[in-house]
């Protein structure tokens, strides 16, 4: 993917602006309007939002260029809304509106669900959202004029599918297992074996919102930053020079002693934003305030974070004897007063409640008085405290239950052929000729292992028309493993009566890095092997074989599709998830980009998506297959994939475990000429009376026999004259006591091949667009 890829799109995010009235936005304390400031007033400004910027320099000169910078934030509706999370994101994001900043607040609902809040249940989460929003009209941030959107990451993912997963699996491809895990502190967890998929995908995710949103600033908490200093070098990787900025506001710490920060989850270390009056002044009497201890104690912490930014001062009434009142116009002030002992908790705490209580009087008047605010925390506190309850059978059905394979229809483009090419490739009778022992024999002839056979059975014996699911990777031309081997096993299948549903895995391709990554080269690879299996004799005809694109189905269907691989991802730890990545082509976790992780989980949400009652891959796949059985018990579905792995065909050459396309001495492509199979067999390696690692024996094991169902070898009368193998145990016999020579194997071997091949080198003479497709594809840089 080039630089400019990569970059934010240019089409403007749908909003839901708020608006309220101006009165609140006045009370919070919020600074004059952006043109009564000047440069260094308005970076000073935002600079106090942050705890950290990364970088004051480019802050300033973006301040310099741009007069409305984009800065995001973002929330995961999880529950009621404390302190932390409505005064001082209202302070933080009213600073940033008062200097002229647009602020896009990214409602993570994906990212909720994900994490299992509300039960992973949208409906839900959605409630909880927009009750957070009820919370920061009525606090009184500043909603007038759009100057905040809020954006719901489910709804706004899924509108522009094509654009955000790209660039999710661009900084997926762009870093490595080992610096992903380095942001896993957003997550709460930093042990490799303490991880999901799930989890180690997060970052790239928050990653991408930054450039999704167009982000000038990231105004996020401490405990964010890592994922935001990933987003910069991000930019280093794609030669993006303007980076986001990064302020990185303090995380407000829970009510008692050592809470680092407040938890939803325990009421004790929270004010939340209706908590009644009472309630607020009980839980600041019992907070940890130490007598002269600055350090770690949150009641001066509320007082630096949430009032003096609010109120511009803090008051303390008490008796004359202990001191009188007195206001505090800088938090210095008061540090001073409370380390000396001038300042007592006893004091401090009172006064502390009741500024805290006059922020939250509006917010208590509103969610009493408005009728629809009224109605969402009520339904916010009862999922709280049901998810809080005995529901854990229930919560379990519902994962299971919504982690099902979706099951509309998926659209197809079946193509259609001739049948003679069909019956050449020596296809079984159809299939009501067949009897239910010929149909189960043949599915299990296409697998050099079956699991399970007894599945497969059943199988048979309740669907007239199973499902099966093929799969392949347009990286360049094709070779006869993937030409006729492919084309013998999808005839097979078709035989029992099977509909076949090929995935172009445009989507792996592109993330694999095939013909660059570009998309519409790779889509020209996917049309040109099409015209090969039609030209072989693939049976095309009446909508029995689909031809799917990923990127399309993915897209149509990406609240299905995106969901499932994450679930899939959550099911499963990073070591599980590793040992399935010998499909990449890789086995070290060092050699892995975090996209190459995520590989497995999107292959096997492939087989749900579409449904398939059989996976029909190569021994190569057989990991990621077993994963979807496994996923399947933790799911509790009961039909599992049955999985026929076929035999992975070897290279033309000794010691080659299969053919490659980058290496052109170890593969016979499917419009090679004839004198180029002659040539080709003629160098490959086929040792006089040897079996064992002879690719020759096993093209004619796995592709001659079971197309013509026989093989014919021409010789001269002293060397045996000409004789037909029935049977491949036959012809092993003869070759193994060297009454059949290599030096007559090999003429004959590759005259049947040429047979084979000969309708595919007429069709991309003949046919215009199958002959502009194979040019375009030989002109493309060769990739693994």
């Known amino acids: 993917m080039e630089a400019t890829s990569s970059e934010p799109p240019t089409e403007a995010v749908e ?107 949208f409906k839900k989460i959605e409630v909880v959202g927009r009750y957070l929003i009820e919370i920061w009209k009525a606090v009184g941030m500043d909603l007038e004029g759009g100057k905040v959107e809020f954006l719901w990451s489910s709804k706004e993912i899924n509108a522009r599918v ?142 630096k974070y949430l009032i003096m930014p609010w109120f511009n001062e803090f008051s303390v009434e008490r008796n004359a004897e202990n001191g009188g009142n007195k206001t505090f116009k800088t938090f210095e002030e008061l540090i001073a007063d409370y380390e000396s002992g001038e300042l007592h908790p006893a004091d401090l705490k009172p006064a502390l409640a009741k500024s805290l209580n006059k922020i939250l009087e509006p917010v208590r008047e509103h969610f009493k008085k408005d009728s629809n605010a009224k109605d969402l925390l009520k339904r916010v506190k009862c999922l709280v405290q049901c998810l809080a309850g005995p529901r854990s059978n ?26 003679e090419n069909v019956e050449s490739s020596g296809t079984p009778n159809p299939t009501n000729q067949l009897s239910f022992e010929q149909r189960f024999q043949i599915l299990k002839s296409v697998g050099e292992e079956c699991i399970q056979e007894d ?27 993937q030409g006729v081997m492919k084309t013998i096993n999808v005839n097979k299948m078709i035989s029992t009566g099977c509909r076949v549903k090929i995935w172009i895995a445009d989507w792996f391709a592109k993330l694999n890095n095939k013909m ?55 099911k499963n730890n990073l070591k599980r998830i590793i040992r399935c990545c010998q499909i990449m082509g890789r086995s070290k976790p060092g050699e892995l980009t975090l996209a190459q992780i995520f590989y497995p989980c999107m292959q096997c949400a492939d087989i749900f998506f579409l449904k398939a009652d059989i996976c029909q891959l190569g021994m190569d796949q057989r990991k990621v297959n077993v994963l979807a059985r496994e996923y399947c018990d933790d799911i509790k579905r009961k039909n599992k994939p049955i999985i026929l792995s076929h035999h992975m065909l070897p290279g033309l050459q000794q010691g080659q475990e299969k053919m490659s396309k980058s290496d052109p001495s170890s593969s016979i492509f499917m419009e090679d000429e004839e004198a180029e199979v002659n040539l080709k067999i003629k160098k490959a390696y086929c040792p006089p009376k040897i079996v064992e690692g002879n690719p ?38 003869d070759y193994e006591s060297g009454e059949l020579h290599p030096a007559d194997l ?26 502009d497709l194979l040019k375009r594809v030989k002109a493309y840089r060769v990739t693994k």
């Not at 990787?237 to 303007?242: A, F, G, L, M, W």
């Not at 002693?257 to 989850?265: A, D, L, N, P, R």
């Open 394 to 419: 229930r919560q379990i059905e519902m994962e299971a239950t919504s982690s099902e394979p979706p099951t509309e229809a998926v659209e197809s483009l079946s193509l259609s052929d001739s049948s």
């Open 15 to 121: 909003s839901l602006p708020l608006s309220n009235s101006s009165e609140n936005a006045e009370s919070s304390g919020t600074p004059n309007p952006t043109n009564q400031l000047i440069l260094k007033r308005r970076f000073q400004i935002l600079k106090s939002v942050g705890e950290e910027c990364i970088q004051e320099d480019e802050l300033l000169n973006l301040l310099a260029k741009k007069t409305e910078l984009v800065c995001y934030d973002e929330f995961e509706p999880s529950g009621r809304t404390h302190i932390a999370q409505g005064v001082m994101k209202t302070i933080y994001v009213n600073k940033l509106t008062s200097t002229g900043c647009r602020v896009k607040i990214w409602i993570a609902d994906w990212f909720a669900k994900q994490n299992n809040k509300m039960g992973g249940d």
């Open 455 to 481: 599945e497969l059975r059943n199988l048979l014996a309740k669907k007239t028309q199973p499902v099966c699911y093929d799969g392949f990777e347009p990286s360049g031309r094709m070779h006869i493993a």
């Open 162 to 303: 094509d654009e955000y997963w790209p660039l999710v699996f661009d900084i997926a491809q762009n870093n490595s297992l080992e610096s992903i895990i380095r942001c896993s502190q957003i997550m709460g967890r930093s042990e490799l074996d303490e991880l999901t998929g799930d989890e180690i995908l997060n970052p790239c995710m928050q990653c991408a919102d930054i450039f999704f949103l167009k982000a000038d600033i990231c105004q996020l908490g401490m405990d964010q930053r890592k994922v935001n200093v990933l987003a910069r070098e991000y930019c280093d990787d794609i030669k993006r020079k303007n980076k986001p900025i990064i302020l990185s506001h303090h995380m407000l710490p829970g009510l008692q002693q050592g809470q680092e920060k407040m938890s939803k989850s325990d009421p004790s270390s929270s004010i939340f934003m209706e908590d009644e009056e009472a309630e607020v002044n009980l839980k600041i009497k019992k907070a940890y305030c130490p007598p002269k201890i600055v350090e770690g104690n949150p009641c001066l912490e509320y007082i």
């Open 746 to 771: 090999k003429p004959a071997l590759a005259k049947s091949l040429n047979k084979i091949l000969e309708p595919v080198r007429e069709h991309f003479k003949k046919d215009s667009n199958a002959k």
């Open 516 to 570: 660059g990554g570009d998309l519409k080269k790779i889509e020209v690879v996917g049309r040109y092997l099409i015209e090969i299996w039609k030209a072989v004799g693939m049976d095309l005809e009446g909508g029995k074989v689909e031809f799917l694109w990923s990127s399309k189905e993915i897209n149509a269907r990406a609240d299905e599709y995106w969901p499932l691989v994450l679930d899939i991802a959550k």
């Open 696 to 733: 020759c024996l096993e093209y004619i094991k796995y592709l001659i026999m079971p197309w013509f169902n026989e093989f014919s070898v021409e010789r001269n009368a002293e060397n045996g004259g000409n004789k037909t193998f029935k049977t491949f145990e036959e012809l092993i016999a």
